[in-house]
């Protein structure tokens, strides 16, 4: 038997994770609930509030082998019940544990329990209550509360992500605690500027009262969305987040913009307006960003909501949005026309679509200034997904074009396992560079350094220099 | 010189490969002629009536590289002559072996030789003849008779695939004579159904004909069709299969579909009915999968008979269909809308378009509990093709979305080489996973069995429990 | 340290390396300029001349990473000053030239400067001048001139690329000279084929001229065509190349060309004629082919001059052109339709969508006599790139339906580097193969020699035979 270290091909391999496997964690990207910092001591709950409840991950791999969502606990819209005993839950789980094989969710849940947690025995039926047990009793304790796992993760910088109109009062309540976790807000506007999201006029209501400035135009909106961007970028952040179906951007005259602003408030949308208003918003998204710095994340190609029954009884982001094929090359355009070349932006570009790794991004990355490429994202966050990235993105948009890694997660717990992926999926990827003479021992050295640290550091503008 | 066991990657592969390699084959998809095994001792003909003029593969390549499909003995619709010295064509093709150098056709004729027929010598213009006579005495031996072979190659379960219309003579007669092979028919119902099938009136006399129900409206043919259902499932179909050019679906209205069913037996179908009238009747076959139980197959994207020569000349299969671009998120939402969340149903899903595998059908699979993926599809049915599959789907599916491994072929003597191929890519992918401790020595054992067995036997509802 | 022969994967790749390392190259396709072999001893100027300013692979990388073009000396189009100082441009560049670590350029110029020039220190801001003022040494010498080069390079055949209106002077003076380097023209008629490009009026003046036929209808441009053709065949063409953004071919019936190409003459072209008619004059030229025997290459997708300031500024091929999603099996029937079962014509195609390999060019090149697959084109000229291309097209297409290698490019001293890749690429593939006993040692040797040598040589119909 020739086992490896783990996850590794190479002794090599091996030897270039162990150089960086003690750097600190950039975490320019992700859902975690700033609530749970905001006070010293805040309760994970059990194991299943912790693992099971917030991971759609989990649950839809569950959920397509037959078992009902109620039967996890997951909260139902219309407040049926569903499974309240925990036990029960986890039981569940650990009998459908094998499902996880050669998944990286899989994975990070060994990591998890191993790593955060001490527990090393192999999660089965027989073993679940005593695992459940185990973990039930470590989240008792003060040491397991998430500042203190902040403190343990080694975590530099860790990212949130709030809609244009929340108050970031959980940020702020952190900040006056005085303790010293650096963690800041992310702006993302798209339940402002979706036209067709749920409870718009709602969120324009909101946007309203929390700017201080009455929305009732197209240009009072601009106006409100650049004073909140302010007010993010005061309150540390450094990134907005945007969330589109489509790479589609089109320029529209300040009057097609205000013709289509009051349609929507007086809700009477035409066809095409609400796509139109959001690839004008990009192009207006990307200005701002010239103006104040803050770096732009676009993340593309979701279907969301794709089971009706799910979204009607759960809701949203539960593990029913599929990817759609994506183009960029023409729907970027107009954008890129504007800014691509404009030093002063930074857009990061995500896709569900590899197909369009080597086809387009790297090509457009590998030449416009405003570019970077995101990590592999979502269903593309794991060993085979970043092998793909690696062997398709960096021939063409070189190392340096891209954005280094982002956990992107809303499982606080399983960031150290997420980052550990990468960097040992990182260390794979230049050992074999080095072993095929491509690269040279300082070359990988310095990449290594750059994949774990340095790369998104830099990209999101976080001070590290080239 | 590193060589190592026959297509492996390590010696862990072997040893996982060997603990499976004496498993029965299951093989729940292809297109075996029941005829071979409705008497005792049906002759398979001469070596080129055996390997080469059924197999498109074969004669697809030799026709790529300027060799006349009547050089190889194809018989042409029209009757004009074709060569008809077998010795003769067997020479094309030994003189042209070397064009199959790393393809899947290569690897199954070397060990269909080799493995069944006791041939180890290389096929070449020297040993052509030498091969033909020891093939052709094999040929008339018993021992080689299609029967003998079925138990030599340890088959549990073959179904093959009957159009709607089949009387199922030959499977009622091979019943009949007491012969224990459990062959069993599937319900392929495209020629009644695609209503721009050729010969589609023809079909739905013989549907009338045939289940004694005068099809003469849109519910007769509903009628029909369950009628035929019924007597598929007692010759003991376990499921149906449907193919089309893309995975378009949607529901009609009754009297939208009788309306359309009514312009096509009068031969005056609209532009569009088609596609429509297909798109609606994949989602009510899926509503009789639910009520009957037997499990749905829809193979997707293929542009059949590209070659508009080659189809005037030869007809159908012949090599000359192409893949296209394939979308199912969209195209398919108005069949899961219905029944993708019901747990009856069992839609196995089947691609030419590689993209859609990490981009939707990994995502769908592991969402919609009525889904599961089918193996890697006719071009796809090989080493590197495998390799993508585990690669693109397993991290998002899951192992246990899948629906195993089947062989798809008219080739029946090549369904050991077949299988043989998938058992040693699953080896080398489980073992990958264990000497990188991804998964245990005690999952890959159990991922083995499932690979070689129990996936295609439960995903086909025959009986396998997880 | 496991490290390896340079990018080789194994021991036996070094071996089938070594076997063909020697053997002559034959580049069938490429841009390097006549110009340089018309004299005897052409000066390729300086470092920055030879490396930097002709290679867009280069300038679009640094342009990417924020620096102008004018910094790296990239000549203007309205005469603005550019940077002069060829000692600060390469600091420049060598200053940056990590951004190219895992990059086939930093590949090809990394070997370029060892094997061509000798200088094997490595490439960093404080060896900058030094290898600056060693290359410029060099690029004095008569070793170094051009033709030198062309005879130690051990080419066979140099094919460059040509507009239909070339004269082809360098040609015919290269050949006055008495000098027996064999470099022969490539017949390009896209300047005057696609109506809408720049300049097309003048172009078609320019063909009126050379050809001694008054182009003032599409039979007479039809005409003068062929005098090229036959012009081009006679300087020594054995080939023409198309470009085109889609694959898109129709037949035009002769009134509608006559049409279309009038309302061209007049600058009233309606929407979609230009398409239409490069889709139509595909056919034409395929048709052309079957008559003079000149083999027809067509590469497909580029998005050209993307970013309009970069046109604007710089014009055309300066590092801005970008990839489309593209389609072959439905857009070019038409073509196939006619043509794509004749043995007189051989269309090598090529793709910027690896996505069509295994999807639409592997299964269309596995059929049609016609067809050749070109190698990796453009961003996938790699190691991933090539590694891809075998892993996604042999299986289907056979290694008997490629053409080979080529290298595509205009920068004449990196053409030993991009062979050599290839070179060494094929053995990693073959190496497995063996290894995996999928081929045997004498199949191995063939497949080298037909990889390194053979294939381009058959395809382009260069007198070697299977």
Redesign the interface.
């Known amino acids: 038997?020739?086992?490896?270290?783990?996850?590794?091909?190479?002794?090599?391999a091996y030897e270039l994770y162990q150089a960086i496997a003690h750097l600190p964690l950039i975490c320019p990207h992700g859902h975690v609930d700033p609530r749970l910092f905001a006070e010293t001591d805040y309760p994970f709950g059990t194991p299943v509030d912790l693992l099971i409840i917030p991971d759609h991950y989990i649950f839809?791999?569950l959920?397509?082998?037959?078992i009902a969502l109620e039967s996890l606990g997951i909260p139902r819209r219309d407040g049926a019940p569903v499974e309240t005993d925990h036990r029960r839950i986890w039981q569940i789980f650990a009998d459908h544990f094998?499902?996880?094989?050669?998944?990286?969710t899989?994975?990070w849940i060994k990591d998890e329990l191993e790593q955060v947690f001490g527990i090393s025995e192999?999660l089965t039926s027989s073993t679940a209550q005593a695992i459940y047990d185990a973990l039930a009793d470590k989240l008792t304790q003060s040491d397991f509360a998430p500042r203190r796992l902040f403190e343990r993760f080694n975590i530099e910088t860790l990212a949130t992500t709030d809609t244009a109109t929340d108050p970031l009062s959980y940020h702020t309540q952190m900040r006056a605690s005085g303790w010293p976790g650096n963690i800041i807000p992310t702006f993302r506007p798209d339940a402002v500027v979706n036209l067709d999201s749920p409870n718009w006029l709602d969120s324009i209501h909101q946007l309203s009262q929390v700017s201080r400035i009455e929305v009732g135009s197209y240009a009072s909106f601009i106006t409100a969305l650049e004073n909140r961007r302010a007010f993010f970028k005061q309150m540390g952040a450094v990134a907005t987040d945007h969330a589109a179906l489509t790479a589609h951007t089109e320029h529209l005259t300040a009057a097609t913009a205000e013709a289509i602003f009051a349609r929507a408030l007086s809700g009477n949308l035409h066809a095409d307006d609400a796509r139109r208003f959001t690839g004008h918003m990009l192009i207006e998204m990307a200005r701002m960003s010239v103006e104040d710095g803050l770096v732009m994340q676009l993340h593309i190609g979701a279907?969301r909501n794709?089971?009706?029954?799910?979204y009607e009884y759960f809701g949203r982001d539960m593990?029913?949005?599929?990817?759609?094929?994506t183009?960029f090359?023409?729907a970027l355009?107009p954008l890129?026309?504007c800014y691509?070349?404009d030093?002063r932006l930074t857009l990061i570009l995500f896709t569900?679509?590899?197909?369009t790794y080597?086809?387009?991004l790297?090509?457009?990355?590998?030449?416009?200034?405003a570019?970077r490429l995101g990590p592999p994202w979502w269903?593309?966050d794991?060993?085979?997904?970043m092998a793909?990235y690696f062997?398709?993105v960096?021939?063409?948009?070189?190392?340096?074009?891209t954005a280094g890694f982002n956990d992107d997660t809303r499982a606080f717990p399983s960031i150290p396992a997420r980052h550990d992926v990468w960097r040992r999926a990182s260390a794979n990827w230049v050992a074999d560079?080095?072993?095929?003479?491509?690269?040279?021992d300082e070359?990988a050295a310095?990449?290594m350094h750059d994949l774990a640290y340095g790369l998104a550091k830099r990209a999101y503008r976080m001070g590290e220099k080239a």
Chains 1, 2, 3 share one sequence.
Request: aromatic letters at 10%; glycine letters at 8%.
């Open positions: 038997m020739e086992v490896k270290e783990r996850y590794l091909n190479s002794p090599l839809r791999m959920y397509s082998q037959g094998y499902l996880f094989r050669g998944t990286p899989g994975i192999k279907f794709h089971n009706p029954h799910i593990g029913a949005d599929i990817p759609i094929q183009e090359t023409r355009k890129l026309d691509g070349s030093p569900l679509d590899e197909t080597s086809r387009e790297a090509p457009l990355a590998g030449h416009y200034p570019l269903f593309f794991s060993f085979n997904g793909r062997d398709q960096i021939e063409t948009a070189g190392l340096y074009n560079l080095v072993m095929r003479q491509i690269v040279d070359d310095e990449m």
